[in-house]
């Protein structure tokens, strides 16, 4: 009589080493180009404005990101490191995380080489690693399109799984509402009681934002909009600051931009990486899911290419996911088609090789450009600025640049309680004038039709007045100083 056997547990060990070697990959890879501070590398203007509102439970400008804002508050709890640095570090996990779903994805979906190749290749592309970095919402943005996209492909239909996928996609909304655009393919996703379940749980998720009013009534000095009205809520999360910027691009414009959308794919994946992607989104490993990818891939794409803002390419990361989902049926299909009577050695040799190759791409193209290790530009800025202010005097920010990173070491890390910020761009809102009051009560205000700069500065002529310069020395230039 012949003993049963039990079934092997090769394929899973391997599937874990697999997965624990990418993760210390990248983990080793952020940690040595994460920002030790404050940073203004890889577009990370928004930072300051971000943190200090995490810290002080304040509201960040539009649209607000209270899914975030409560993430960033967690790791902000960490007793090491500075306050800048811990949230740097939420990136860095969320990136791994997001790297970590693609490869059980494209795993589940292929095999094994295929994921681990086509998670790498992600993992080290420099606009992910650019916001693995830094502090900025793109990393947990990518992670929950991650999440969503798996649970879209793999979580099996049920009322309770139905609404848990709504709950995730209201929730991701709480941290960038482009995540919508996947809404429709969540949505009417399976029969009419599924979809009833995923629109209430979307609903509920988007609950989150009841997070902002409560933030708005805590007294931070950090408070976009002041959303304590459902008018003032909505001006936020509508994001109506930002609104003419969408589409205002004249058509020479819009060229040059699909050029620069086609340089950022080919930066991204290289050549060969990108005519995989193409060969295994028209190959039959990917006919289920072709369209679902395409319509992802090109929304994002369209919105990235027609929203007129310097660093509106940060927009395209789940399109770039989904063309690594793309790569991984290339390979598995290339694989399949073409290497199948290889000897296993040559098979190995080859996977070591696209590995390697990979690795030293990073190494030495990529990691230059998105290194944030070095980059101590808004630290010196801020060191000056503050070290230099003479005593109460008016500090006029004006650039994003300015006025965040003056807000980080204000009022996060409380430097130079004496002196009092004023954003010129935003002194025309009454909400900002609000906040000021709040503030810095001896601080004299003009009335809203007077906001300006100059009447401030007149009604305050009792202060020094200092304007600063992040693009160049000397960053504080004061008069009235007695």
């Not at 049920?158 to 996928?165: I, R």
Request: proline letters at 6%.
């Amino acid at each position: 009589m012949k003993k049963s056997r039990l079934p092997s547990t090769r394929p899973a060990t391997l599937t874990l080493l697999a997965l624990c070697s990418l993760v210390i990959i990248l983990a080793a890879s952020y940690a040595q180009t994460l920002a030790p501070d404050l940073t203004w590398a890889n577009a990370g203007a928004d930072g300051g404005d971000l943190i200090t509102a995490a810290a002080t439970r304040g509201v960040p400008h539009p649209s607000g990101y209270p899914l975030y804002l409560l993430l960033a508050r967690l790791f902000q709890a960490i007793p090491w490191g500075t306050l800048a640095w811990r949230t740097n570090l939420m990136s860095a996990v969320f990136a791994v995380l997001a790297v970590t779903l693609l490869f059980r994805h494209v795993e589940r979906s292929f095999d094994c080489p295929s994921a681990w190749l086509t998670a790498l290749l992600f993992g080290l592309s420099p606009l992910l690693w650019s916001q693995a970095v830094i502090t900025e919402v793109y990393s947990l943005h990518v992670f929950l399109a991650g999440a969503l996209l798996y649970c879209y492909r793999f979580v099996a239909p049920s009322p309770k799984n139905s609404f848990f996928e709504g709950t995730l996609l209201g929730l991701a909304a709480g941290n960038h509402l482009t995540i919508l655009i996947l809404a429709p393919i969540l949505l009417w996703k399976g029969g009419g009681k599924a979809k009833l379940f995923r629109l209430s749980g979307m609903l509920a998720g988007i609950g989150i934002y009841g997070v902002l009013p409560l933030h708005a009534r805590s007294g931070s000095p950090v408070n976009w909009g002041n959303p304590v009205t459902l008018q003032n809520l909505f001006w936020l999360v509508s994001g109506s600051l930002y609104q003419p910027r969408l589409g205002n691009l004249s058509m020479i414009e819009i060229v040059e931009r699909l050029r620069g959308w086609a340089g950022i794919l080919l930066n991204q994946f290289s050549a060969v990486g990108v005519l995989v992607g193409f060969y295994g989104l028209l190959s039959p490993v990917m006919a289920s899911q072709r369209k679902v990818t395409l319509w992802i891939f090109f929304a994002f794409s369209l919105f990235s290419v027609l929203y007129a803002t310097p660093d509106s390419y940060l927009y395209l990361l789940p399109a770039m996911l989904v063309f690594a989902w793309w790569i991984g049926g290339g390979l598995y299909e290339i694989k399949a088609s073409f290497l199948q009577k290889f000897p296993q050695t040559l098979k190995i040799a080859l996977f070591s090789l696209i590995a390697l190759t990979l690795w030293l791409r990073a190494m030495f193209v990529t990691l230059p450009q998105v290194n944030a290790s070095q980059d101590d530009r808004a630290v010196e800025f801020a060191e000056e600025v503050l070290s230099q202010a003479p005593p109460e005097a008016i500090l006029v920010a004006d650039t994003d640049r300015e006025v965040f990173t003056i807000w980080y070491f204000h009022f996060a890390l409380g430097t130079r309680p004496d002196v009092r910020i004023v954003a010129e761009g935003l002194l025309p809102f009454e909400w900002y004038q609000q906040t000021l009051h709040s503030t810095y009560p001896d601080l004299r205000l003009p009335s809203q039709g007077q906001a300006t700069v100059a009447t401030l500065l007149m009604l305050n002529a009792d202060r020094a007045v200092c304007l600063l310069n992040d693009t160049g020395k000397p960053h504080l230039t004061c008069t009235g100083y007695r």
